[in-house]
């Protein structure tokens, strides 16, 4: 098996789960948290993200629709860009509404 098979062309790769993908995936994880939403929802967010990861490396280059391999990596690549996201965006609500907390330490 070789690498164009399982993620396709590396360049594309970058430029749409990594780069594309990680910014569509670290907003969703900033809007869960400024909504005061539980971490759990991340992974319902994370599938659709990364289907459309997919959509566009089918749709826009001609990549296969089912390489699981990529499905794999696109949906672990958002689900930490999204987990990130949300424990900053998180954390400075908490700083923010809670100043008192901080003041202990």
Known sequence: MSET????????FIGVTLV????ASFAAGRAVALTWRPL????????PLAFAMRFL???LFGEPLAAPLA?????GWSLLVQGLA????????????YPWLRQNR
């Open 71 to 75: 499905a794999l990596i696109a949906y």
């Open 5 to 12: 098979f399982l993620i396709g062309d590396p360049r594309v």
């Open 40 to 47: 759990w929802l991340l992974p319902l967010y994370g599938l």
């Open 57 to 59: 490396h089918w749709s």
């Open 20 to 23: 594309l993908g990680g910014l």
């Open 86 to 97: 949300w424990r900053f965006a998180h954390d400075a609500l908490v700083r923010r509404q």
